[in-house]
C-alpha cells in the first residue's frame, strides 16, 4: 500500500470522507487521494515522492506558483511579532488602501477568512442597503457554502450529487431564486415577477465550478443594465476571477463595474483570507458605522495580510505577469484544442486566460444543463491517466484547470505530450 492510500484508511475513521473539503475527495475518479507533502513553483510532490505537474493551485491562491519565495518571506518575518492581536494593525490598512486604489469599483473594502464569509456578508450588505430580500443567483455558480446559496451550486455539490444540502431550511432559500446562465431572458423573467423584491444579483463572470463557462457577449452588460434599472445590486464573486482575469479581474477584463465585489482565494496568497468591497455608501452599512453586523475574531490576521499583500504587490507592479500566463493558457488549451481536433474529438475546450476546462461531451458547453451532458465516467479515465503519468488535475470534471505564473513552456509542452498519450491510447 502506498503512503498516501494508508493515510486515507487513517483519515476516513476521523474526518468526514477522510476530506477537509469535498472537492478533494477522488469519489468521483474511482480513486483515493493522494495526500500531498510539499509544493514549490508549477510541481506538488505527495507523500510517497510522486511529483506532479499541477494545475490546482491550491484551487486559484497559488497564482505565482507554490511557495513563492517573497510571500514565504513575508509570512515567516509577520509572524515573528506575532500570529494575532485580535487589534487594529497597519498592514489591514496598507492592503485595504491597495486594494481600493487599484480597483476603481472599489471604495472601501472588508476582510474576511473565506469566500464563503465574503459571499455571505456581501449578501447580507446588499439587503441591508436596498432593504430588499431576494437575491438571484445563477445554476452551476458557486459561490461558498452559506445557506442562501447552495441552490444549484456547481462545485463539489454537482459531481457529490447531492441537488442542494441536507440541513437547508426552505426557509433559509425561499428568497433565493435561480437564473440561467447565459439567459437574460431568465433575468428578465424573475425581475417581471418580483418586482421591486429583489435585493442583488449575483453572478461569476466567468463560471468557473461548472468547469469553464465564458459569458456570451452582452451578458455581463445586460446584467449590469437590468440591475441599474430595478434598483438591484450587482455582485461580482470574483473569489475565482478577481486578480487572475486581470488585476481588476471580470470588471476590468470585461470592462464592466460591480456595485460589489467578493474575493478570496489569489487575495490570501494561500492563507485563508476572503474580503468584500464596493461603493463607498453601500459599505458603510457595514457595523460599526452601518446596521449591518458583520466580524470576525481573525480577520486581517497579520501574517494572512501579509502573505496576500505581498502576491497582490507582485501581481500588480511585476510587467508581464498577466501576458506571461495569457500566453501559457493559450500555449496549453491551445495546444489541447489542436490534439482534439488531430484524433477527431468534438470535445468543448472553453478556456480564457488562465483557465480552462475540456469537458466529455460533443455538445457547446454554456451553462449548466450543458455543463451536466459531460460524461463523468470517461472524466475519470482521462483523470486517472493523467496523474498516473504526473499531471495533477481537480479529480472532478467540474473543476477549471488553473494556470499559475510557474508555469513554463516546458512543463507546459511535457502536459501535453501527456494529453497526446492519453489521446492515442483511446485510438
Ligand atoms: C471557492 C469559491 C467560493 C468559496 O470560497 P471559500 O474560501 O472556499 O469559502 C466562493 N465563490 C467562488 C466563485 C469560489 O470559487
Known amino acids: 500500500m502506498t503512503r498516501s492510500e494508508t493515510l486515507f484508511q487513517e483519515a476516513v475513521q476521523y474526518i468526514p470522507g477522510g476530506v477537509n473539503s469535498p472537492v478533494r475527495a477522488y469519489g468521483s475518479v474511482g480513486m483515493t487521494p493522494r495526500f500531498i507533502r510539499q509544493a514549490k513553483g508549477p510541481y506538488v510532490t505527495d507523500v510517497d515522492d510522486n511529483r506532479y505537474i499541477d494545475y490546482i493551485g491550491s484551487w ?18 509577520t509572524a515573528m511579532d506575532g500570529l494575532s492581536f485580535g487589534a487594529a494593525t497597519e498592514i489591514e490598512v496598507e492592503m485595504a488602501e491597495y486594494i481600493c486604489g487599484n480597483v476603481p469599483s472599489v ?9 464563503t464569509e465574503a459571499v455571505m456578508s456581501a449578501i447580507r450588505v446588499a439587503r441591508g442597503y436596498t432593504r ?11 459561490h461558498g457554502h452559506c445557506d442562501a446559496m447552495l441552490v444549484k451550486a456547481g462545485s463539489g455539490v454537482m459531481t457529490a450529487g447531492i441537488p442542494d444540502s441536507a440541513g437547508v431550511p426552505a426557509g433559509c432559500t425561499q428568497d ?36 469553464v463557462v465564458l459569458p456570451k457577449a452582452e451578458f455581463l ?7 441599474t434599472e430595478h434598483g438591484a445590486l450587482l455582485i461580482f464573486d470574483e473569489v475565482i476571477t478577481g486578480f487572475r482575469l486581470a488585476f481588476g479581474g471580470a470588471q476590468e477584463y470585461f470592462g464592466i463595474s460591480a456595485d460589489l465585489v467578493t474575493y478570496g482565494k489569489i487575495i490570501g496568497a494561500g492563507m485563508p483570507v476572503g474580503a468584500y468591497g464596493g461603493r463607498r455608501d453601500i459599505m458603510q452599512q457595514v457595523a460599526p458605522v452601518g446596521p449591518v453586523y458583520q466580524a470576525g475574531t481573525l480577520s486581517g490576521n497579520p501574517v494572512a495580510m501579509a502573505a496576500g499583500l505581498t502576491q497582490l504587490k507582485i501581481l500588480k507592479e511585476t510587467p508581464g505577469i498577466y501576458s506571461h500566463m495569457a500566453s501559457m493558457g493559450e500555449r496549453l488549451f491551445g495546444g489541447m484544442k489542436a490534439l482534439l481536433r488531430t484524433y ?4 468543448p475546450l472553453n478556456h480564457t486566460a488562465s483557465l480552462g476546462c475540456m469537458y466529455f461531451t460533443d455538445q457547446e458547453v454554456y451553462n449548466y444543463e450543458t455543463a451536466k451532458t459531460s460524461d463523468t465516467e470517461a472524466f475519470a479515465g482521462y483523470f486517472r491517466f493523467m496523474l498516473e503519468h504526473g ?3 481537480g479529480p472532478s470534471q467540474f473543476e477549471a484547470m488553473f494556470v499559475s505564473n510557474a508555469h513554463t513552456e516546458e512543463v507546459i509542452d511535457q502536459t501535453l505530450d501527456v494529453v497526446k498519450q492519453y489521446l492515442e491510447s483511446r485510438v
Open 344 to 347: 477527431g474529438k468534438n470535445q
Open 107 to 115: 471604495d472601501m473594502v472588508r476582510m474576511v477568512n473565506s469566500g
Open 221 to 227: 452588460r445586460e446584467l449590469r443594465r437590468l440591475c
Open 176 to 211: 433565493t431564486l435561480t437564473a440561467v446562465y447565459n439567459d437574460i431572458d431568465s433575468v428578465k423573467a424573475i425581475f417581471a415577477e418580483f418586482d421591486g423584491q429583489v435585493a442583488a444579483v449575483i453572478v461569476e463572470a466567468v463560471a468557473a465550478n461548472m468547469g
Open 132 to 142: 430588499k430580500n431576494k437575491i438571484i443567483k445563477f445554476a452551476g455558480c458557486y
Open 60 to 77: 486559484g491562491p497559488m497564482i505565482l506558483g507554490h511557495n513563492h519565495p517573497a510571500v514565504l518571506e513575508a509570512v515567516t518575518k
Open 391 to 393: 499531471i495533477h488535475l
